[in-house]
C-alpha cells in the first residue's frame, strides 16, 4: 500500500522566511504533484513532477523530486501572507496509475506579518 | 478557473438515503477521478473512471458507484448513506494517455444528518 506522509503538518512563519515542506512516500513512483487549498475550496495545482530530479518553480515557491529518496520537497522562499493555506502532494503508482493519487494529510501554512 | 464544475455546490441528506453528484470535465478530457475529502484531512480517492468504465477503485465499499457518459462528464452515487459520508467530494479530469495534471472541481459539501 502506497503511503504518503508530509511534515511538518502545521508550519507557522514570519513573512521574509524560508522554510521547505517534506513529502515522503513509501513506494517507486515518479509521478508527484504539489496542491494548494484555501479554507472551503477547492485544489489547486501548483505543480507536476515526472521524474527524478525535476526542479519546478514558480514565484516563491519551489519543488523537487528524488525517486531514489521517494522524497518531495516544497520550498518557500521570503514568505508572504497570500501563501497561507494548506499545501498536499499526491503520488500516483506510476504512468498507469495516473490520476488514482494517494495524498499525504497536507501542510497547514500560516505566514505572520 | 479549471473548466471543471461539480453539482451541487452543498447538500444535506439524511442516514439512509441516497445521493448523487455530477461533475462536467474539462474539454478535451477522458478520464475522471472522485475523491472524498473529510475535514481536516487529505482527500482520498474513490475510483476512477475512463470510457465509461471503471479503471481502478481505492478502499471504498460497493454502495459507492459511479458513472461516465459518452461527453465524459460523470456520476458519483452513494446509498445508505451513513454519518461518516459528510464530507467535502472532489472530482478531478485528466487525459489518460499523456503526462498532464488533473484539474480539480470546486467540489460538493455533503452533510449527512
Known amino acids: 500500500e502506497l503511503k504518503v506522509e508530509q511534515n511538518p503538518l502545521f508550519l507557522s512563519m514570519q513573512e521574509g522566511k524560508n522554510y521547505t515542506i517534506y513529502c515522503n512516500y513509501s513506494?517507486?513512483?515518479?509521478?508527484l504533484y504539489w496542491y494548494r487549498q484555501d479554507p472551503g475550496k477547492s485544489l489547486e495545482s501548483l505543480f507536476v513532477?515526472?521524474?527524478?530530479?525535476a526542479v519546478k518553480q514558480e514565484g516563491r515557491l519551489m519543488a523537487s523530486l528524488d525517486t531514489k529518496a521517494r522524497l518531495s520537497t516544497l520550498h518557500i522562499t521570503a514568505a508572504v501572507h497570500d501563501l497561507s493555506a494548506t499545501y498536499f502532494c499526491?503520488?500516483?503508482?506510476?504512468?498507469?496509475?495516473?490520476?488514482?493519487?494517494?495524498f499525504g494529510d497536507g501542510t497547514t501554512l500560516t505566514v505572520k506579518p | 478557473e479549471t473548466g471543471v464544475t461539480q453539482s451541487p455546490t452543498h447538500l444535506i441528506k439524511t442516514r439512509g438515503q441516497q445521493v448523487t453528484l455530477r461533475c462536467s470535465s474539462q474539454?478535451?478530457?477522458?478520464?475522471v477521478s472522485w475523491y472524498q475529502q473529510a475535514l481536516g484531512q487529505g482527500p482520498q480517492f474513490i475510483f476512477q473512471?475512463?470510457?465509461?468504465?471503471?479503471?481502478g477503485r481505492g478502499n471504498f465499499p460497493p454502495r459507492f458507484s459511479g458513472l461516465q457518459f459518452p461527453n465524459y462528464s460523470s456520476e458519483l452515487n452513494v446509498n445508505a448513506l451513513e454519518l461518516d459520508d459528510s464530507a467535502l467530494y472532489l472530482c478531478?479530469?485528466?487525459?489518460?494517455?499523456?503526462?498532464?495534471?488533473?484539474?480539480f472541481g470546486q467540489g460538493t459539501r455533503l452533510t449527512v444528518v
Open positions: 478531478a479530469s485528466s487525459y489518460l494517455g499523456r503526462d498532464t495534471e488533473a484539474f
Open positions: 513506494t517507486t513512483s515518479d509521478r
Open positions: 513532477l515526472l521524474s527524478n530530479g
Open positions: 499526491a503520488v500516483d503508482k506510476g504512468y498507469t496509475n495516473a490520476g488514482k493519487s494517494t
Open positions: 474539454s478535451g478530457h477522458n478520464t
Open positions: 473512471y475512463y470510457r465509461e468504465e471503471e479503471n
